[in-house]
């Protein structure tokens, strides 16, 4: 394999997931070459990466044809996928990018399909005798009238990336408002049973490698209640407790948790994981309760890094130099503070 392994990371703006495996990859003792890809130039992403290209949305119906011309031009080794619909269009042609000798770690598109929709999610986890809180997926408002049991969360059932348009009903009035909003413009969404406690959330990942054998798992305890990492908090009218959602900018503290990630690791492999995953949960009385799995890198990538956890390094380092990598190797734990950066980009093009 040529020096330095030239890396390309899709969806790098937003402060998402393609930022933080930017991050990571540069935390890496190997001298990546990095290429950062997005669909605009006002990305800060881009510039934290050695070369820069402006790709089409994953919608546009030249997405495919147009990453290939530049995998191919750029002599990309291995690509990271950094948004959802990128990572839900690139599935479908997985196995014919690696056939072109692409290094693509990402998991099997059933995989894929089961977790990017949180009712088929549900619907696996609780066939499988993994705990979930007590979940409704609603297509109408007579979808409702069963429902008795409150409080409640209501997000959608595909996207709703950091609790977007997501809510907690406490009583009937408050589910049929929400439900009515949601149905305005979703053909169908999620209802679960709020479960647990702001303090009891965690996000957990698990790595495995691309045969399906465990790697390795760490989580963070989120702090959900600071203003950065909060979408939502609310108290409860019948106890005075508090509610809230967290929105997708985790911080906390980071470590093994062994009671939590050996759980999730059992879901992992009864998914059939092939690279990452991450499962957000709470723990309540001993037992993981998952309420979403997303089937890609984590927006904690970087976090993961710091403590030396590195997993798009951990699979270059497997597959295309072909080290050994220990099951279960040991890393730091700690604690995970954030805050922002800011960029300045002097007369950016906008072309």
Sequence with gaps: MKNPIRVMVTGVGGGGNGEQLLKALRMAELPYHLIGADITPLSKGLYAADESVILPPASDPNYLNELRTILR??????LFTGSEP?????????????AEGLFL???????????LDKSKTMNFLHQNGFQTPVSY??????????ITHFPLVIKPSIGGGGSANSFIAQDRE???????????IYSEFLVQEYVGTPESEYTVGVLCDMEGNLINSIAVK????????NRLKIRSRATGELLALSNGITQGEIGR???????????ALALGCRSAINIQLRFVNGKVVVFEINPR???????????????????????????????????????ILRGLTETFVENPSHD
């Excluded at 031009?73 to 291995?78: F, L, T």
């Excluded at 990128?86 to 690696?98: H, W, Y």
């Excluded at 997926?137 to 069963?146: V, Y």
């Excluded at 989120?222 to 990492?229: H, T, V, Y």
């Design 297 to 335: 890198y984590s927006g904690t990538s970087s976090f993961r890094a710091m403590v030396g956890y590195n997993e798009p390094d951990i699979l270059i380092r497997k597959y295309l130099l072909n080290e050994p990598i220990e099951p279960h190797f040991a890393y730091k734990e700690g604690v």
């Design 222 to 229: 989120k702090n959900i209640l600071s203003a950065l990492s």
């Design 257 to 267: 948790f062994p009671d939590v990630t050996s759980q999730c690791e059992q879901i």
């Design 137 to 146: 997926t609603i297509r109408s408002l007579d979808d409702l009238e069963s």
């Design 174 to 184: 408050e589910l049929n408002l929400f439900g009515n909003w949601m149905l305005r």
């Design 86 to 98: 990128e990572l839900k269009v690139i599935s479908q042609v997985q196995d014919e990018l690696r």
């Design 73 to 78: 031009e750029r002599k990309v080794d291995a």
């Design 105 to 115: 770690p990402m998991n099997r598109r059933e995989v894929i399909e089961i977790c």
